[in-house]
């Protein structure tokens, strides 16, 4: 399923998008798309048989706001240099053990929504990443398969990141990493079922038209399900927290100077293949 929620910000409703592309309400069946959903899969039942009968409400998209298809989000834990092209493109040794660090969960915004340039930034850079929604509690799991049963959906994340805060200002990565509506999510939320491999998705972003960045996730270092894993060694994840499992080459960081990055109104495209497509525009904050 393609679950989603509309409506204006913190008033978003619960949706789906159907086989044939119809948005449908889903306020009539589920409170809302969290963690509690999620987890519970006799609600998830009912929700998608009733997709499949076509009895949910239709919903004209004309005008109306797409926001993060999670509501309620518990963390966003992200993992950095996880692409072996990343990594040779900022000339860092690809990582024996992923590395780790977290965003605040109201960095979440929708997929189409305005991201703010943060004041004083001269070096804010994008970053397209496969985000990962957990379903099952996870806590000390002992294989990748364990990590992969413990995935409730996928989803488009922008990982957007100021270089300097994070990389020139001392301390740990999360100055740059956590400015307000530095992680654009959606725009939908696909279940696990609908994504068989999640080590064979093309992921591209575009800024201005001009395409920077065309990867795929086989190129990740640490596959979803060992991340997954790894990550429960360390801290419990419950349903409804998202992992950000890095980004493939081309962005800003890698590339020859004058490095090109982002400034207000620049419009930055992206997508992963089966799982939806953004746009932001950048404007000052």
């Known amino acids: 399923m393609k679950l989603l929620r509309v409506g204006t910000a913190g008033a978003e409703r619960p949706a789906l998008l159907d086989a044939g592309g119809t948005l449908r309400g889903l306020s009539g069946l589920v409170a809302d798309i969290d963690g509690a959903l999620l987890a519970d899969g006799t609600a998830l039942d009912r ?3 009733a997709a499949e009968s076509g009895e949910l409400p239709a919903l004209d998209p004309a005008g109306l706001r797409i926001g993060p298809p999670l509501g309620r989000i518990g963390k966003v834990v992200c993992i950095g240099l996880n692409y072996h092209d990343h990594a040779r493109e900022t000339g860092a040794e690809a990582p024996s053990e992923p590395v780790v660090f977290l965003k605040a969960p109201d960095t979440v915004v929708g997929p189409h929504d305005t991201v703010l340039i943060p004041r004083g930034s001269v070096k804010t850079d994008w970053e397209v990443e496969l985000a990962v ?55 939908w939320l696909v279940t696990a079922d609908e994504v068989p491999d999640p080590q064979r998705l093309p992921l591209r972003l575009w800024v201005n038209g001009e395409l920077k960045q065309d990867g795929t996730t086989a190129d990740q270092i640490f596959p979803v399900g060992e991340v997954v894993r790894y990550l429960s060694r360390f801290m419990t994840l419950y349903p409804g927290d998202v992992v950000n499992t890095g980004t493939p080459a081309g962005v800003a960081m890698g590339r ?25 525009e950048l404007t000052d904050a």
């Open 133 to 187: 929604v957990i379903g099952r509690t996870a806590r000390c799991l002992d294989s990748a398969e364990e990590g992969l049963a413990h995935v409730a959906g996928y989803a488009v994340a922008h990982d957007v990141s100021e270089r300097e805060f994070q990389l020139e200002r001392g301390g740990t990565w999360d100055k740059g990493k956590n400015c307000e509506t530095f992680n654009p999510l959606g725009p």
């Open 256 to 280: 020859p100077e004058p490095k090109p990055y982002l400034r207000a109104g620049d419009v930055v495209e992206l997508e992963i293949e089966g799982l939806g497509r953004q746009r932001q």
């Open 47 to 49: 929700v998608r048989a």
